[in-house]
Nanobody, 112 residues
Framework: QVRLVESGGGLVQPGGSLRLSCAAS????????MNWYRQSPGKEREFVAS????????YYADSVKGRFTIFRDKAKNTVYLQMNSLKPEDTAVYYC?????WGQGTQVTVSS
């Protein structure tokens, strides 16, 4: 059983920054990639960013490219999402994903 625990969400003004973290624990035999998704009210869950664990290759949704950065600490089995230049449309619950496992989500609200 794999456990994913997110933290770092909150309320921030437009143009501000937040850093999310997701720590993985439990029956982790190997990690290929870890991902961030988000879901806004009334919308489907959407891909935000992904990182390949071994080589560190990163991929981003067009909507966040240039503003968000995903990175990982392999020793801690933790993935981070640095979010800069936040916009109101970034408001959502952000979820960490590892294979078929999901975290509980952390709320990010961008509002003045």
């Amino acid at each position: 059983q794999v456990r994913l625990v997110e933290s770092g969400g909150g309320l921030v003004q437009p143009g501000g920054s937040l850093r999310l973290s997701c720590a993985a624990s439990g029956s982790i035999f190997s990690i290929n990639a870890m991902n961030w998704y988000r879901q806004s009210p009334g919308k489907e869950r959407e891909f935000v960013a992904s990182i390949w664990w071994s080589l560190g290759n990163t991929y981003y949704a067009d909507s966040v490219k240039g503003r968000f950065t995903i990175f990982r600490d392999k020793a801690k089995n933790t993935v981070y999402l640095q979010m800069n230049s936040l916009k109101p449309e970034d408001t959502a619950v952000y979820y960490c994903n590892l294979a078929t496992n999901w975290g509980q989500g952390t709320q990010v609200t961008v509002s003045s």
